[in-house]
């Protein structure tokens, strides 16, 4: 049970709390709460029931294309290509100079510039970008032919790029290209979700979102309470009962860490489970220590000991790529794809058609995953040295790549000696 060590007194977040509930935010028996060691969450205040409202957000206190300026938002139908990503990152930028602005308080909350620059993977140099694990680098892709710049890191930068391209021609933040980053990868990672009931049309997908106050104090676990939206806005649910001063998270999603780690450092808007150094106690973390959807991708591993021939073999039969490493084991693909290194082709499919014992040859099959399984171990143990020798200047990545190659690590010894028993 994690307990509340420090509640906000004479702080900005009770600062925070006093405006969030201004502007029509409800909130039920918690508080924002400083966990040592950790950083910034949400505590029960008193005991607190499963199904009970713990906060409510109305479509009015939400940063949205609906609640910006007018004089803001004409880009979204009148200059084509500008994202509401853009948008609200553009608006963030110029609001920023505005000594009357109402989101002073709230910005008081949020990570500096200095916090997102240490820790989002966009933003190290090539030198950390080198060390990210095989996961993050290629996210079930594959790497790209002219370097080695992670798939999803080049469509962020891309975005990026083009949403200060178009945003700069309608707002004025043509010479502010750092704050504009700066607030893009906030809005980027601290937005929920978002349908505006004044659309004339449906905004696709990517742009319906929107930044939600007091909402973004809560942690996400992969278990936690339901975050619930409505015509009217958001509402979080107690999904068990708490006791008093025990953290209380929430579940936006279904994410690896590698994913996290890539997109969402400092994910939909919650700060996770610290495992970074903290200068402040402000940072938001992001790699979760335990978290039932992490798995590692072993297709840079396995498709390479595979012919061609054989390769066409697994896509025929549908079990081309996508194999993983979980929490259960190495899934069934896997299986499928290392037997196939074992086995005659004949009875190769027999057993992908189930008419081979799967039993059978099953030593020998997890000797060859074990094979697998040590050289990531051992690419692990590699990165681990590396980034032990990474210069001062490097102090984000390498606490955030350290405790990810270190989870790696553990997963995969976990698995080797239980394939080895």
């Given at each position: ?173 043509q010479d502010k290209k750092q704050s504009f980053t700066y607030h893009w990868l906030l809005v980027n990672t601290r937005t929920l979700y978002y349908v505006s009931p004044f659309a004339k049309k449906e905004l696709p997908p990517v742009d319906r979102i929107a930044l939600c106050p007091f909402i973004d104090y809560f942690n996400h676990a992969d278990v936690g309470c339901q975050v619930e939206f409505d015509a009217n ?189």
């Amino acid at each position: 049970m994690s307990q509340a060590t420090i509640d906000f007194r004479n702080d900005p977040h009770e600062a925070f709390t006093a405006w969030a509930i201004h502007k029509g935010v409800t909130i039920n028996a918690v508080v924002p709460t400083r966990f040592r060691g950790r950083g910034i969450g949400v505590a029960a205040a008193c005991q607190i029931l499963k199904g009970e409202t713990l906060a409510t957000v109305p479509i009015s206190a939400m940063l949205s294309v609906d609640t910006m300026p007018q004089t803001n938002k004409t880009g979204v139908e009148t200059s084509r290509g500008v994202t509401v990503h853009g948008l609200l990152a553009g608006y963030l930028t110029v609001d920023i100079d505005n000594p009357s602005s109402s989101l002073t308080i709230w910005r008081a909350t949020w990570p500096s510039a200095q916090d997102v620059h240490d820790t989002m993977p966009l933003l190290w140099p090539k030198e950390a970008r080198a060390l990210l694990p095989p996961n993050a680098r290629v996210l079930f892709v594959k790497f790209f032919e002219t370097d080695q710049t992670p798939a999803l890191l080049s469509t962020q930068e891309q975005k990026l790029q083009t949403d200060f391209a178009s945003v700069s021609k309608i707002l004025p933040c043509q010479d502010k290209k750092q704050s504009f980053t700066y607030h893009w990868l906030l809005v980027n990672t601290r937005t929920l979700y978002y349908v505006s009931p004044f659309a004339k049309k449906e905004l696709p997908p990517v742009d319906r979102i929107a930044l939600c106050p007091f909402i973004d104090y809560f942690n996400h676990a992969d278990v936690g309470c339901q975050v619930e939206f409505d015509a009217n806005g958001y509402k979080v649910i107690a999904d068990r009962t708490y006791e008093p001063g025990e953290e209380i998270h929430v579940t936006y999603a279904k994410r690896s860490n590698d994913y996290l780690l890539i997109e969402c450092t400092f994910l939909f808007p919650s700060p996770l489970a610290l495992l970074l150094l903290r200068r402040n106690g402000h940072i938001d973390g992001f790699i979760l220590p335990k978290n039932r959807w992490d798995e590692l991708s072993l297709d840079h591993l396995i498709l390479q000991r595979l012919t061609d021939h054989q390769q066409g073999e697994l896509r025929n039969a549908g079990y081309y790529g996508n194999y993983v490493l979980n929490g259960e084991g190495v899934c069934y693909r896997t299986q499928v794809a290392m037997r196939l290194l074992v086995l005659p082709f004949e009875r190769w499919q027999r057993f992908v058609l189930g008419e081979e014992d799967e039993e059978q040859d099953q030593i020998l099959t997890n000797e060859r995953i074990v094979r697998v399984l040590l050289v990531y171990a051992n690419e692990a143990k590699d990165k681990l040295q590396k980034l032990r020798i990474l210069p001062p200047t490097f102090q984000g990545p390498q606490a955030v790549l350290t405790a990810r190659w270190t989870q790696i690590h553990a997963m995969l010894t976990d698995t080797i000696r239980t394939l080895s028993a």
